[in-house]
């Protein structure tokens, strides 16, 4: 082979492995939920009294919204209280009534599932719930309902199992672990929230919803959110 067509091949996988690399999920959700592994041992749905904003109860301790909460806070730096509070004084009627509230509450209602799948879907983060494994992506964010009728919420891992199928980082009542269980329940929400830098806020959150789609769209794949 010519070598200037050996140099011109090789500057061309260079850049090919470039540009796939930057289609690779951003991990940050997934180390800030793993993280609390261990820390967080207990399932405690008790009420609490919390700072505003950026309020949580002890580490050790929370339901499977905490999960969440406290990986957003830590990876892209989104208070879900804060956040969630905002929305729901300027939209209490569009969010559930299940809890017989008359008025927001910034202690427990960003805790509560349905609250922020109603969130999630406003901020046009929502996905098609589907069966196939390859839909979900690592830092995805998923619901459920645990038999009778309990709302769960879990983060994909990157990690699979043998037949390809990711776990999920969750407390489902023994403490956040990583386990094998993303399609024991019925799913009943899939969510993609844009990698963020530590400083973001909702209102630039569309800068990287656009890049995001951006690196979909070159990988040859369609993710757009469902809204």
């Known amino acids: 082979m010519p070598r200037i067509l050996l140099f011109i091949l090789i500057h061309l996988l260079v850049f090919v492995s470039a540009d796939r690399a930057d289609c690779d999920p951003v991990p940050g959700l997934v180390e800030a939920a793993r993280n609390q592994v261990g820390r967080t041992v207990l399932y405690d749905p008790a009420y609490y009294g919390l700072t505003y904003p950026k309020g949580d109860l002890p580490l050790e301790r929370g339901v499977c919204a905490d999960v969440v909460i406290r990986a957003l806070r830590s990876a892209y730096g989104l208070d879900l209280q804060k956040l969630v509070h905002e929305d729901m004084k300027k939209d209490f009627p569009g969010y559930p009534r299940t809890w017989g509230l008359r008025r927001p509450d910034k202690n427990i209602d960003h805790r509560r599932v349905p609250n922020l799948q109603v969130f999630f879907r406003k901020k046009g983060w929502s996905l098609v719930v589907s069966d196939a494994p390859d839909d979900y992506r690592p830092g995805d964010i998923v ?72 690196k979909m769209s070159r990988c040859g794949t369609d993710h757009s959110p469902e809204t």
């Not at 489902?172 to 799913?187: P, T």
């Open 143 to 214: 619901t459920c309902t645990i038999p009778p009728h309990r709302p769960h919420i879990m983060i994909v891992s990157e990690k699979k199992n043998r037949r390809g199928i990711p776990l999920v980082i969750h407390n489902i009542g023994a403490g956040v672990r990583e386990e094998d269980r993303l399609f024991e329940f019925s799913l009943t929400g899939h969510y993609r929230i844009p990698a963020a830098s530590s400083n973001a806020t909702v209102q630039n959150i569309a800068v990287f919803k656009a890049e995001e789609t951006r």
